[in-house]
């Protein structure tokens, strides 16, 4: 099974930008949907953004216009640049992804995001 590991979390002001980085153990050609959750301390998990193979892409409401999700398959890296930060979205942002030749989820560990002055 494919590995995935977070990268790029940490601490930032209130309006500032991160970007986190998800690189996979190996091809990510095969996975037709890879996306990012977050977790926040005392709260569900909740998906933030998906993106396809072929590049569509989806957010939940809160980070349309500040967060951009992309991918580079030759790189086996997932991207989520966010920007415009906001205390609330200080969270555990995870990267999933669905590899169509197993039919399995990977996930990753986790990297933690604080926005905070």
């Known amino acids: 099974q494919v590995q995935l590991v977070e990268s790029g979390g940490g601490l930032v002001q209130p309006g500032g930008s991160l970007r986190l980085s998800c690189a996979a153990s190996g091809s990510i050609f095969s996975f037709s949907v890879m996306g990012w959750y977050r977790q926040a301390s005392g709260k569900q998990r909740e998906l933030v953004a998906t993106i396809t193979n072929g590049g569509s892409t989806n957010y939940v409401g809160s980070v349309k216009g500040r967060f951009t999700i992309s991918r580079d398959n030759g790189k086996n890296t997932m991207y989520l640049q966010m920007n415009s930060l906001k205390s609330e979205d200080t969270a555990v942002y995870y990267c999933?992804?669905?590899?169509?030749?197993?039919?399995?989820?990977?996930w990753g560990q986790g990297t933690q995001v604080t926005v905070s002055s």
């Open positions: 999933n992804g669905l590899d169509v030749r197993t039919i399995q989820w990977s």
